[in-house]
């Protein structure tokens, strides 16, 4: 929700209306242009690479970074909660051919998936949130353009958004700081299980603590991945910093 939370506070900020505000403002379009954009950077044509390399020196970037595991695991409740959950009907056919299943608790849903389908159909194939990799971005091309290039950045972990949040709010005199998007990832008044062998349903969240470490190398999500130890090494740096934010780190 971090980088849909930033173009929404911006647009706010800056246009005054909650459409989120295009990075990629065409230069004929208008005489002013923007200070501040947000965008969500792709692993397709090194895009996060491509705007080190053609930014002006002038240019600070501030990129966020979350664990690829963390991100994994929130995605995996997003796309069950949100995608393949909430559609209507007792019984419902979501893409890849999975069978949902739901039934009222009382006052809650319960949504209930076989484990099997979601993890062959949903998981591995990386569909919709699920494929939205840290670790393609943050590439081999990613850090050599950071040394060639010495652009402005500054590296921050998305527990510190907030504290961005309000410093903008302030710069800007927008009061946004209610804005940012939950991070729960999952209604409050659902229950989400998957349906494991033996027939149990387990919670989501009890699932995930027993096999999200695991998912990446048993599915080998990672195939896209180069230059693993530097982000590592990059995400040592973010964390071991007070307030989990770096500034041009590649140049000590």
Request: glycine share 6%; proline share 2%; aromatic share 8%.
């Given at each position: 929700g971090g980088g849909s939370s930033m173009k929404k506070i911006l647009a706010i900020c800056l246009g005054g209306s909650t459409k989120f505000v295009d990075p990629r403002i065409?230069?004929?379009?208008?005489?002013?242009?923007?200070?501040?954009?947000?965008?969500?950077?792709?692993?397709?044509k090194n895009d996060a690479a491509d705007l080190l390399r053609y930014?002006?020196?002038n240019v600070l970037f501030i990129m966020t970074y979350r664990d690829e595991t963390d991100?994994?695991?929130?995605?995996?409740?997003?796309?069950?909660?949100?995608?393949?959950?909430?559609?209507?009907?007792?019984?419902?056919?979501?893409?890849?051919?999975?069978?949902?299943?739901?039934?009222?608790?009382?006052?809650?849903?319960?949504?209930i998936i076989d484990e099997e389908e979601f993890v062959k159909k949903i998981i591995q194939p990386k569909m919709l949130e699920i494929?939205?990799?840290?670790?393609?971005?943050?590439?081999?091309?990613?850090?050599?353009?950071?040394?060639?290039?010495?652009?402005?950045?500054?590296?921050?972990?998305?527990?510190q958004l907030d504290g961005l949040f309000k410093l903008i709010s302030r710069k800007l005199s927008c009061p946004v700081e209610a804005l940012r998007l939950s991070s729960s990832a999952l209604a409050k008044n659902?229950?989400?299980?998957?349906?494991?062998?033996?027939?149990?349903?387990?919670?989501?969240?009890?699932?995930?603590?027993?096999?999200l470490n695991f998912l990446e190398s048993s599915?080998?999500?990672?195939q896209e991945a180069s230059c693993q130890g530097k982000t590592r090494q990059m995400e040592d740096r973010i964390l071991n910093c007070p307030n989990e934010a770096i500034y041009n780190f590649y140049q000590e």
């Amino acid at each position: 929700g971090g980088g849909s939370s930033m173009k929404k506070i911006l647009a706010i900020c800056l246009g005054g209306s909650t459409k989120f505000v295009d990075p990629r403002i065409k230069l004929l379009d208008q005489l002013e242009m923007n200070k501040f954009n947000a965008r969500h950077v792709g692993t397709e044509k090194n895009d996060a690479a491509d705007l080190l390399r053609y930014s002006a020196r002038n240019v600070l970037f501030i990129m966020t970074y979350r664990d690829e595991t963390d991100r994994l695991g929130s995605a995996i409740k997003h796309v069950m909660g949100e995608r393949l959950c909430k559609n209507v009907g007792n019984v419902t056919k979501v893409p890849n051919g999975v069978t949902v299943h739901k039934r009222t608790e009382g006052n809650h849903m319960a949504c209930i998936i076989d484990e099997e389908e979601f993890v062959k159909k949903i998981i591995q194939p990386k569909m919709l949130e699920i494929g939205d990799s840290t670790l393609g971005t943050f590439s081999c091309r990613f850090h050599s353009s950071l040394e060639e290039y010495m652009p402005n950045l500054v590296m921050m972990s998305m527990n510190q958004l907030d504290g961005l949040f309000k410093l903008i709010s302030r710069k800007l005199s927008c009061p946004v700081e209610a804005l940012r998007l939950s991070s729960s990832a999952l209604a409050k008044n659902w229950d989400y299980y998957l349906r494991i062998k033996n027939g149990t349903e387990v919670e989501i969240n009890e699932w995930l603590g027993h096999k999200l470490n695991f998912l990446e190398s048993s599915l080998q999500l990672n195939q896209e991945a180069s230059c693993q130890g530097k982000t590592r090494q990059m995400e040592d740096r973010i964390l071991n910093c007070p307030n989990e934010a770096i500034y041009n780190f590649y140049q000590e």
